[in-house]
């Protein structure tokens, strides 16, 4: 078992549509959960950062962990065609991170 | 203000050949990561650097990989007598200070024939 699963998709919406995109994990030492947004042929760009379990909101996307289940989403409201991209979830146990797992990423396409 | 800069972007080396990618990292930032992915998988922690110090090599094979970051000039990852199994994209991050905040670069595709 993989430490970090994340369900490759592909997976296409229709633009306003609300985007739900998950990872479950297996280390219970993980602390730390990010998002990262990757358009084809680029680099990774961080989204989202958050620190134990809750929410956190910026803009169209809300981060939420669930530490108990081992579980955190990322969402996108009313998403656009600009947010087709690969979304990787990554994790850590500490903060000086050189121990961050990365999810396989899920393939979003947002079609006009 | 310049991100994290990699080069080159792409990369063609026949089997038994030298790559090297370099990285340089965003302006202030002493602390570089780097990263593998190959298709259809999540990026792989190869190794962490600060200047002219490894900190964790962890991730990097022990055999033909070497990663250095000296007091002047970039970061390099190098791979000698690469295989055609070494085909793949490899990132570099930057952070401020070691944290969770790492800054990636566009990656260099390597390939190898």
């Known amino acids: 078992q993989k430490e970090v699963e994340q369900d490759p998709g592909p997976l296409s919406v229709p633009e306003g549509a609300i985007v739900s995109l998950n990872c479950t994990y297996s280390?219970?030492?993980?602390?730390?959960f990010m998002w990262y947004r990757q358009y084809s042929r680029k680099g990774p760009e961080l989204l989202m950062y958050?620190?134990?379990?809750g929410n956190k909101e910026d803009g169209r996307f809300t981060a939420q962990v669930d530490k108990s289940s081992k579980y955190i989403s990322l969402f996108i409201r009313d998403s656009q065609p600009s947010d087709s991209a690969t979304y990787l979830c990554?994790?850590?146990?500490?903060?000086?991170?050189?121990?961050?797992?990365f999810g396989a990423g899920t393939r979003l396409t947002v079609k006009p | 203000n310049a991100g994290v800069m990699q080069n080159p972007r792409h990369l063609v080396r026949r089997r038994g050949q030298e790559a090297r990618l370099r990285c340089s990292p965003m302006?202030?930032?002493?602390?570089v990561y780097w990263y593998r992915q190959l298709p259809e998988e999540g990026l792989k922690f190869m190794v962490y650097?600060?200047?002219?110090?490894?900190?964790?090599e962890s991730g990097m094979p022990k055999e033909r990989f070497s990663a250095e970051f000296p007091k002047e000039g970039p970061s390099i990852l190098r791979i000698q007598q690469v295989v055609r199994g070494d085909s793949a994209a490899y990132f570099c991050?930057?952070?401020?200070?070691?944290?969770?905040?790492?800054?990636f670069g566009p990656g260099t595709r390597l390939t190898v024939l």
């Open positions: 280390n219970s030492a993980f602390q730390y």
């Open positions: 958050t620190y134990s379990s």
């Open positions: 650097l600060q200047k002219e110090n490894i900190i964790d």
């Open positions: 990554a994790m850590s146990a500490r903060d000086n991170n050189n121990d961050m797992r």
């Open positions: 302006k202030g930032h002493s602390h």
């Open positions: 991050a930057s952070s401020l200070a070691g944290g969770n905040e790492q800054f």
